[in-house]
């Protein structure tokens, strides 16, 4: 299943945004002459990158939205040609764009979309942790988009996403937020939480101060930023990447570096996560290659939380394994891995319901003390 299938003139390449889709949602282009109906059951939604000039363009876009009447779509044209405009607006049952519309209007036309079409991730229990859930996604939604369009990132959005998942974390457990977040259409959504998740409760495991576990959490959010620059496509791709694909998925540290570079204020240490999350101590990691003691422990608890959340990530298109065989395979890293960490990351790996288990725990103990009394 693909999120948008844009439908193109055979002798046409995408124009003008229509080319920033694959990088806000699974797309993928087909040549008008080669359609089938079929195709169009795999998408979310239909993209029309036609021209409205062109009788029989608008002739196969009257059928199509005959015969699919219920599914989402999108018509792109150009807002200086006014047959374009008058053939759009007479065609009807579409969100018509133009094609030079910024990236910020592509990206909020699609959410909206995402939304009406109930997706799982907006039809969660009512709890405290999908209620968070459901404030970070409009608020990661920002900064990704900010990001897209090389905008300052929102500061106050980075905030509160980070004490929305800390609250979350602590008042109702890891577990509870791994349920909600992996609900979500997106990969790149749903790995961030879990990762930012994890490191919310493995601060709190590891006794570190508030600030440091704010800052944590910070790193976990953008860890993969750099991300924004590589379509959907290659990052959701079901099978194998190729040799070029996987040297473009290889540059994310350097794409994240580069934009949280760029903003005002952004704490070093979180830029630096976002570049290191994939060295490893014995020197085999990217894309640095560092070694040891100069890898960080911030980023080592990261690079254990990115690993175990990537593993247990729960995706149709790909492979994932339980809590104890990620944890096994962790181990099996070696001297890759920090092993003094991953032994104090265990109680999160495997503890059910994080927060409330560690608060239940103390009022048992309250309450030994005061029989003892």
Request: glycine share 6%; charged share 25%.
């Amino acid at each position: 299943m693909i999120d948008a299938l844009i439908i193109l003139d055979d002798d046409n390449s995408p124009r003008g945004m229509v080319k920033t889709i694959p990088y806000l949602c699974r797309a993928k282009f087909q040549p008008v002459s080669g359609f089938k109906i079929e195709q169009a059951s795999e998408a979310s939604m239909l993209v029309m990158d036609l021209s409205l000039n062109s009788e029989a363009n608008v002739s196969f876009i009257r059928k199509l939205f005959r015969i699919l009447p219920d599914k989402p779509k999108i018509v792109f044209a150009s807002r200086s040609d006014r047959q374009e405009i008058v053939q759009a607006c007479a065609i009807g049952g579409a969100t018509i764009l133009g094609r030079a519309e910024s990236k910020c209007v592509i990206n909020l036309s699609l959410r909206k979309i995402f939304r009406d079409l109930g997706n799982p991730f907006y039809r969660v229990e009512a709890n405290a942790a999908a209620a968070a859930a459901m404030r970070v996604d409009s608020l990661y939604a920002d900064i990704t988009q900010s990001a897209i369009v090389e905008a300052p990132l929102p500061e106050s959005g980075i905030l509160a996403c980070a004490r929305n998942v800390i609250d979350a974390v602590h008042g109702q457990g890891v577990d509870s937020w791994m349920d909600v977040v992996q609900k979500h259409h997106s990969h790149t959504y749903c790995h961030s939480m879990m990762v930012s998740g994890y490191a919310a409760a493995f601060g709190e495991e590891l006794g570190l101060d508030t600030e440091t576990i704010n800052i944590l959490v910070h790193a976990g959010l953008l860890h993969d930023i750099g991300k924004v620059r590589i379509p959907l496509s290659v990052l959701d791709k079901p099978g194998e990447l190729d040799e070029e694909e996987c040297g473009l998925v290889k540059r994310h540290p350097e794409f994240g570096r580069e934009i949280l570079s760029s903003q005002a204020n952004m704490d070093e240490r979180i830029i630096e996560v976002a570049y290191s999350h994939h060295e490893y101590l014995d020197g085999s990691g990217y894309p640095q290659g560092l070694r040891g003691d100069r890898i960080s422990p911030l980023v080592r608890i990261i690079t254990i939380c990115d690993i175990f959340a990537a593993l247990t990530e729960e995706r149709s298109y790909k492979q994932y394994y339980s809590r104890r065989v990620a944890y096994a395979i962790l181990l099996e890293m070696g001297a890759k891995l920090d092993r003094e960490l991953l032994k104090k990351f265990r109680p999160v790996a495997f503890r059910s319901e994080f927060g409330e288990l560690r608060r239940t725990v103390k009022d048992i103990n309250a309450r030994k003390l005061a029989v003892s009394a």
